[in-house]
Nanobody
Framework: QVQLADSGGGYVEPGGSLRLSCAAS????????MAWFRQAPGKEREFVAA????????MYADSVKGRFTISRGDAANEAYLQMNRLKPEDSAVYYCARGQDFDSTPSAYRDWGQGTQVIVSS
């Protein structure tokens, strides 16, 4: 099992940017899929973006397409979510996750970070 630590959340005004980081306790192998989900108060956890590590294939929720970018770092155990043109509706706790299937459902992912809070407000 891989332990994930996500960070980088904070408070930002609408239109601003944040970059979230996810550090894994071990190497992320090429077959793995790294993803970001988010959960706002009173709502279900929803898919944001996913990235297949080895082939660098990515997919995004329609709500963030063109504004968010998921990527891997130079190290073998880092993943990022660059969030631009943030909106108040992007406010949520963001979680990184690791799985084996390129999937947008939370149940497809076994390992989860502890979450990092993002607040977009003026």
């Amino acid at each position: 099992q891989v332990q994930l630590a996500d960070s980088g959340g904070g408070y930002v005004e609408p239109g601003g940017s944040l970059r979230l980081s996810c550090a894994a306790s071990g190497r992320i192998f090429s077959s793995a899929v790294m993803a970001w989900f988010r959960q706002a108060p009173g709502k279900e956890r929803e898919f944001v973006a996913a990235f297949r590590w080895g082939v660098q294939r990515s997919m995004y929720a329609d709500s963030v397409k063109g504004r968010f970018t998921i990527s891997r770092g130079d190290a073998a155990n880092e993943a990022y979510l660059q969030m631009n043109r943030l909106k108040p509706e992007d406010s949520a706790v963001y979680y990184c996750a690791r799985g084996q299937d390129f999937d947008s459902t939370p149940s497809a992912y076994r390992d989860w970070g502890q979450g990092t809070q993002v607040i977009v407000s003026s």
